[in-house]
């Protein structure tokens, strides 16, 4: 196992059955949540080192290159296996919010994303999901007790809950007091809507920040952009959803991007209100971007605003998100295996 993918119990339990005191897991712990490897922890004995690595090893990934514009930084990172993924920084007055991926590649297949056009490569270990918050971390001079990340977002390649192990085992330990302790109320998940994954989310009651891509505002629609939606309706993932917010008390995010000619015009918004009126939810209009291989464009800003407008004057809480990431291919939809023009 990686070591990153270890919780301090499990590091608790492995040195203490090596006859170590208890409080070395806190010194190794720590240590790898700063971005150290094994070798160049100095607080444990070189014994020690020798028998971390006779059972697991560091977690490599490393980031490969970046680019940067206006506030936002796409990474390029390099797994062990030689696989790439990749993530996004954004700075925001109120802080810094990291973009991570939990797999190689996507299984969903949405038709307006980039990051399923080579299918799913392989799932991500809990560690690798947490070295990308660790690695940026560390490149922007942080560690545990001076951190930079203030959120994470699970909204990089891949679907979450199809990886829902890792997923679970990274949000306990990205959130470890004796690590780099990013609030479960800072971070927030993405799901295209794997409607028993949500509610086994719900039951772990953690209260992370869920964010349904819906997308579309009936079921014909969402069955042309979004393949899971021949697995679940919308009614069923939104009574999943409701099931969220009974379980965690969290107002949910409706993700809906919008696509000019497919799901932007008012009466698309009409059916929206329908659907969601009366839901503690919150919708995220999301203009679509760009991606070399789909012929997708965006309405008009002024049937943007229109749209987000009936949603407010109809009782739906809704805003346009602003993009941030287009110009580096580094905006929703656009993450992918390998930077594009490398």
């Known amino acids: 196992m990686d070591i990153l993918s270890l919780s301090y119990n499990e590091l608790v339990e492995y040195v203490t059955k090596l006859g170590q005191q ?17 070798k160049d922890i100095t607080t444990i004995s070189k014994d020690l080192k020798e028998k971390l690595y006779e059972n697991f090893t560091d977690t490599n990934l490393e980031i490969f290159s970046s680019k940067h514009t206006n506030k936002t930084t796409k990474f390029l990172y390099k797994l062990c296996d030689n696989n790439i993924i990749e993530g996004v920084l954004m700075e925001y007055n109120h802080g810094k919010t990291l973009c991570v991926s939990t797999q190689v590649g996507c299984n969903m297949h949405c038709a307006f994303c980039a990051s399923g056009i080579d299918g799913l490569i392989r799932n991500l270990s809990a560690g690798e999901i947490l070295a990308q918050v660790i690695e940026v971390n560390k490149f922007l001079g942080g560690d545990i007790k001076n951190r930079q990340i203030t959120n994470i977002v699970l909204m990089g390649s891949g679907e979450p809950l199809d990886n829902y192990d890792n997923v679970i085992k990274f ?32 039951d772990e009651n953690l209260g992370v920040n869920l964010s349904l891509s819906l997308h579309a505002s009936n079921d014909t629609i969402r069955k042309q952009l979004m393949p899971v939606a021949n697995a679940y309706s919308i009614k069923e993932v939104l009574n999943a959803c409701k099931y969220y917010f009974d379980k ?33 939810c919150h919708v995220n209009l999301i203009k679509v971007n760009p991606i070399k291989e789909k012929a997708f464009f965006p309405p008009s800003k002024k049937q943007i605003y229109e749209f987000e407008y009936y949603l407010n004057a109809n009782g739906v809480s809704a805003t346009v998100r602003r993009t941030l990431g287009d110009d580096i291919d580094g905006a929703c939809g656009q993450l992918r295996r390998k930077f594009l023009n490398i």
Do not use: P, W
């Open 248 to 280: 965690t008390g969290r107002r949910f995010i409706i993700e809906y991007i919008m696509i000019d000619k497919i799901n932007s015009s008012l009466t698309h918004a009409k059916e929206l209100v329908n659907l969601l009126k009366g839901l503690t």
């Open 171 to 202: 949000l306990h330990n990205v959130n470890d007091e004796n690590g780099i302790n990013i609030s479960i109320r800072n971070i927030s998940l993405s799901t295209c809507g794997l409607v028993k994954k949500i509610y086994d989310l719900a």
């Open 22 to 38: 208890k409080y070395r897991a806190g010194q190794i712990f720590s240590a790898i949540q700063s971005g150290k490897k094994i």
